[in-house]
């Protein structure tokens, strides 16, 4: 099992930014992918960003150029940055551990973006 807890969340401005970050812990070994998910309300999860352990990343088309994901592997922890930001980022956002095949959820944090 990973345990992934999330932070950095909050109420920022458009136009402004955020870093989210996820720790992880546990079985963190072996852990293959590491990514970002994010669910607005009334909307289905959607997939923003991930990050290969051997370091490829993949974005979702409509937010390639204003977020990147990175990852400290001497901190176990997966970063979000995100620059630029809209009223339509707002949702809660939700770091994902693939281990083994197995996925494992953090609780998410809560970005809200004003106009």
């Known amino acids: 099992q990973v345990q992934l807890v999330e932070s950095g969340g909050g109420l920022v401005q458009a136009g402004g930014s955020l870093r989210l970050s996820c720790a992880a812990s546990g079985s963190i070994f072996s852990i293959n992918v590491m990514g970002w998910y994010r669910q607005a309300p009334g909307k289905q999860r959607e997939f923003v960003a991930e990050i290969t352990s051997g370091g490829i990343t993949n974005y979702a088309d409509s937010l390639k150029g204003r977020f990147t994901i990175s990852r400290d592997y001497a901190k176990n922890t997966l970063y979000l940055q995100m620059n630029s930001l809209k009223p339509e980022d707002t949702a809660v956002y939700v770091c994902?551990?693939?281990?083994?095949?197995?996925?494992?959820w953090g609780q998410g944090t809560q970005v809200t973006v004003s106009a």
């Open positions: 994902n551990a693939v281990r083994r095949g197995q996925s494992n």
